[in-house]
């Protein structure tokens, strides 16, 4: 294994991993070094996202999804099944081979485009060489003209509700349970929260979300959070918004959890409790202090627009830079490093990167909100259609949600979509590409979408920001 290459990338996640597969498709000699391990101490390529995060959790979301369905709704369709029983191992294991194909993928995608993957931890020193430690081995110095920092993040800890990979677990721990809990809680309501609680929700769990901030969804545009919160509360998933814990302390029957509201204290009971306050970006052990690289708030590493940091030819992306952690966020800015260092064209537009929440019904957003918009005092118009109207949702049984289309009073540029209810997450893109090439609201008009579709509800949302949708009454 030669020591010197054009391109070494540490972290094989999301951001990582296609960083490196672009800049070698780009015909740069190119190593990642890659530290996860799975619990079976055997290293596994594709990060959090992959072994820990957004692929098992949507395995979990779809099984649970289809337990709930069938115990619930089967019967509507005139489909008789009676009460649904659950084997939560074979669940387990299907999500466990799903990760294992997708990790093994990418490995086959390394050799296919001649990455040299290093298994082990790398640490950055000064004048772009890297020290590798190999699992077990010694450490070895590599050298390379450009680094790209990709070491991703880890979840944030507090300090009165310890992990204990028992009791109380993060994120990874929450995807791993071997049974059912009777009693289950939350803290933090945000994507991880409510997509982890919502699967066990499903499953059998009293489920407990609490959640310090007074909004729910504060991220989200605030009628499609209310909305939200309102079919989640349906559903039976119990949200105590302003809600600040205080102590958490093991007992004979599981976690007690004390907290606070503007009504007083209160404490709760949980077999299970998990933490899903936020993610940290991962730069402890990452960086010489002499590496040149500085840190900005919040321990991010401090990047340009096009993701360079403070020290020559070494770059930064994914979580552990500004903007939102999500793993398309990450995967963009790898291409777009990858291409500027190759000398080609590169660019991430950072005003068209779309969030999901994938419960059911799923959320989807791309752009502003409509608190965004009143905040910063821009006119704009605002068209609304509900799915209920939605002959294709009907027909699903999955009529809950609106399309929300927010368009530029003068102009009719897009400003924001914003979708809760079936297949969110799918039909965002749409909303996504229009933003792209700085779409109108009436090119969503004149669009012409398939009948019937859950896509239709874009389209009617459209023409009523302008009080011309034909399948809902103006106002």
């Not at 069938?70 to 299907?94: C, N, W, Y």
């Not at 298994?119 to 950055?124: C, D, E, I, R, S």
């Not at 677990?169 to 933090?188: K, T």
């Not at 940091?309 to 994914?318: F, L, S």
Request: proline share 4%; with cysteine.
């Amino acid at each position: 294994m030669g020591s010197k290459y054009d391109v070494v990338v540490i972290g094989g996640g999301p951001a990582g991993y296609v960083a490196a597969i672009r800049a070698a498709q780009n015909g740069l000699r190119v190593a990642c070094i890659d530290a996860w391990k799975n619990p079976d101490g055997k290293p596994a390529l594709g990060g959090t996202c992959l072994n820990a995060g957004c692929i098992p959790s949507k395995a979990l979301l779809e099984s649970s999804e289809l337990f709930h369905r069938a115990g619930h709704e089967f019967a509507s369709h005139g489909i008789q099944v009676g009460k649904p029983v659950l084997d939560l191992a074979v669940m387990q294991s299907r999500k466990a081979a799903i990760v294992r194909q997708f990790s093994g993928g990418i490995r086959e995608l390394f050799k296919a485009n001649g990455v040299t993957s290093l298994a082990g931890h790398g640490y950055l020193l000064p004048a772009n060489k890297i020290r590798y430690t190999p699992d077990g081995g010694e450490p070895e110095l590599l050298e390379a003209e450009h680094v790209v920092l990709a070491a991703g993040s880890v979840p944030v800890e507090l300090p009165f509700a310890r992990f204990d990979g028992e009791r109380i677990v993060d994120s990874r721990g929450a995807l791993e349970f071997s049974a059912v809990p009777a009693r289950l809680g939350v803290i933090g309501g945000g994507v991880i929260g409510l997509e982890l609680g919502s699967v066990w929700q499903r499953l059998g769990a009293q489920t407990t979300v609490i959640e310090a901030l007074d909004r729910f969804l504060f991220m989200a545009d605030g009628q499609i959070a209310r909305d939200a919160q309102r079919q989640f509360k349906k559903q039976g998933l119990d949200i105590r918004l302003g809600a600040r814990v205080t102590e958490t302390r093991s007992t004979a029957a599981g976690v007690a959890v004390s907290y606070e509201d503007e009504r007083g204290r209160h404490s709760l009971e949980v077999d299970r409790l998990i933490v899903a306050v936020g993610r940290r970006p991962a730069t402890e052990g990452l960086l010489d202090p002499l590496a040149g690289v500085q840190l900005a708030e919040r321990g991010f590493v401090a990047v340009d627009a096009e993701c360079r940091t403070t020290a020559a030819n070494v770059w930064a992306v994914g979580d552990l830079v500004r903007g939102p952690m999500l793993a398309h966020k990450g995967s963009e800015e790898g291409v777009m490093v990858a291409d500027l260092i190759a000398g080609r064209y590169g660019h991430v537009n950072y005003a068209a990167i779309p969030s999901v929440i994938y419960t059911a019904p799923e959320i989807a957003w791309v752009g502003q909100t409509e608190e965004q918009l009143k905040e910063a005092s821009q006119s704009y118009k605002v068209g609304t259609f509900n799915f209920a109207a939605s002959g294709r949702a009907r027909a699903m049984e999955q009529a809950a949600g609106l399309v929300k289309v927010l368009a530029d009073a003068a102009t009719d540029r897009l400003l924001g979509v914003h979708i809760i209810g079936p297949m969110a997450g799918e039909l965002i893109g749409e909303a996504v590409v229009a933003m792209e090439f700085e779409a109108s609201a009436e090119d969503l008009q004149r669009t012409i979408h398939a009948h019937p579709t859950l896509s239709e509800a874009i389209h009617e949302a459209a023409l009523s920001a302008d009080r011309r949708a034909l399948h809902a009454i103006n106002h």
